[in-house]
């Protein structure tokens, strides 16, 4: 070497023989301090929102509304929470609602990913199916909860069908844009080493779909709950919407307000797990949508 | 080691010829570089080589066979930005390899020696976004090495960079390619980069785009990046040029 050197981003970088004592401009991925202590700081705001919003919610509801029939207070609540857990309803709701939840969500998803890869590489297949997928993605799929309860019955198939509804359609979409714009560029590298297009789809655009098929999933999880509220709500045997609905006609606010929060706490855990999980499996991916 | 040898290769496109009867050679383990105005069908030229497109007339070999295909004999390497962000720069430099089907196992050391003398020890769990420019074009010149191609075809890999670095990796791919016995065919359009690093010169002028001039580089190796600033040298850019200048004014105008 020359001893010249190489300058970006106000940072020297390395050149031949001085690379053993060259410091990295940035650290590989992992926890450094710097890091971690962002992190805590930024949970600790959310942390602090939620407080704050509680006692908010505490305050308004005992002085200025005062009346448990038109807004019930986190203490009524928590309480009506304990109600429904000790009268024995409760623990089989959970297991209900979490069950059409967790199986319409991965079926949904599953076939999301599925139809959306299909449609990715498959013209005719996208132009006879995109009329399809726009026309239901833009159609409140609500309203038919109740026909999909005729069909299905009563019991807890009827939910997770109408579960997986609202969940494949963003997937579907979500998985075609990242296979179709996935770098032509990337494409052409692994070609030029002679990949088939088999090993193109698994070495290169599934890799690039993979943060729009996270959005997808963090998308689904929210649609997925709603989806078990009112699927319930149009007819169940049990279940937490179907809890809500009994705890509204006997006009039980602080019953009603505890499967609601129920369901917002499950909506925040679940998003929050997925984010981990795309930490994990797509921590290059943090610039990129 | 093989040479590479074009034959009459004629390309069009919707638009019109974009390559019109190029012929030339490439001997065997000799560095030879392409300039030329942009849009006179370099990168076209190059991609029918590698065999990732196909010429209209004329054939491509390289040695004794007719490329047809993806060619197993080269390796190409492409702009800024073809590594792919989802692997480290170990894993990225390997999918060659992974490709290729050539065996992981007994070539990692190799694998990590090359890395090694692209200057990218230490860097094998990195992302390529955790890299400047100079460090992923190394990257996509380890993975080309890689695969121990006999011939390495480079589209303006540093035409990215800024100019320090890339006077830099200009010196760094000349060491690098004096360990290895490769054959180069090299396109740029930056006259000085392509007089400092070749045997020959091959000017194409466009629309469409034909061999207009073929200079051998004099120059012994290995070669001083202060080789640029002599007289010599600027005079062999001077008569390049030259040649481009009046291919550009032939062919109507930039």
Known sequence: MDGTRETVETEVLPTGEETAEFQPFQEPFGASARNSNRRRAAFG??????????????????????????????IQTLSGMRDMWTSGGLPQDL?????????????????????????????????????????????????????????????????????????????????????????????????????????????????????????GLRLGVGRALIGVVVGELFGAKAG????????????????????????????????YLLTLLEMALAPWAKTRP | MKG??????????????????????????????????????????????DGLEEGDFGEVRIGDRKVGGPARECAFVFQADSLMPWRTVFDNAKLGMELRKQDLASNKDRLQELLQLVGLGGYEKYYPRQLSGGLRQRVNLARALAVDPDVLLMDEPFA?????????????????????????????????????????????????????????????????????????????????????ETVIRETGGI
Request: net charge positive; hydrophobic share 50%; charged share 15%.
């Open chain 1, 45 to 74: 705001i959310s942390a602090a929102s939620i407080i704050i919003g509680i006692v908010l919610w505490q305050l308004i509801g005992q002085f200025l509304v005062g009346n448990s029939l038109f807004l019930a207070t986190p």
């Open chain 1, 95 to 215: 297991a209900v609602s979490g069950e059409e939840a967790l199986f319409g969500f991965l079926i949904g998803s599953a076939l999301g990913i599925a139809i959306g890869a299909f449609i990715a590489k498959n013209k005719v297949a996208k132009r006879v199916l995109t009329p399809y997928i726009s026309g239901f993605y833009a159609t409140p799929i609500i309203a038919l909860a109740p026909i999909l309860i005729l069909w299905f019955g009563l019991g807890i198939w009827s939910k997770v069908v109408v579960v997986i509804s609202l969940v494949i359609f963003p997937q579907i979409i979500n998985t075609e844009a990242g296979i179709r714009t996935t770098d032509e560029t990337l494409r052409d590298v692994a070609r030029s080493y002679g990949a088939s297009s088999i090993e193109v789809f698994r070495k290169v655009e599934l890799w690039w779909s993979l943060p729009y098929i996270l959005a």
């Open chain 1, 240 to 271: 937490l919407g179907f809890a809500i609905y009994n705890a509204q006609s006997e006009f039980n606010m602080p019953q009603l307000f505890a499967g609601v929060v129920i369901f917002a706490v499950s909506g925040i855990v679940f998003t």
């Open chain 2, 4 to 49: 590479v040898s074009v034959r009459g290769i004629s390309k069009s496109f919707g638009n019109g010829a974009v390559l019109q009867n190029v012929s030339f050679n490439a001997e065997a383990g000799e560095f030879v570089t392409i300039v030329g105005p942009s849009g006179c069908g370099k990168t076209t030229l190059l991609r029918i080589i």
């Open chain 2, 160 to 244: 990215a960079l800024d100019a320090q670095t890339r006077e830099i990796m200009q010196k760094e791919l000349l060491r690098i390619w004096a360990t290895q016995q490769k054959t180069v065919v090299f396109i740029t359009h930056q006259l000085d980069e392509a007089v400092y690093l070749a045997d020959r010169v091959l000017v194409m002028g466009r629309k469409p785009g034909v061999i207009a001039d073929d200079i051998s580089v004099p120059f012994d190796r290995p070669r001083e990046l202060s080789l640029k600033r002599t007289k010599e040298f600027g005079q062999l850019v001077e008569r390049i040029w030259g040649t481009i």
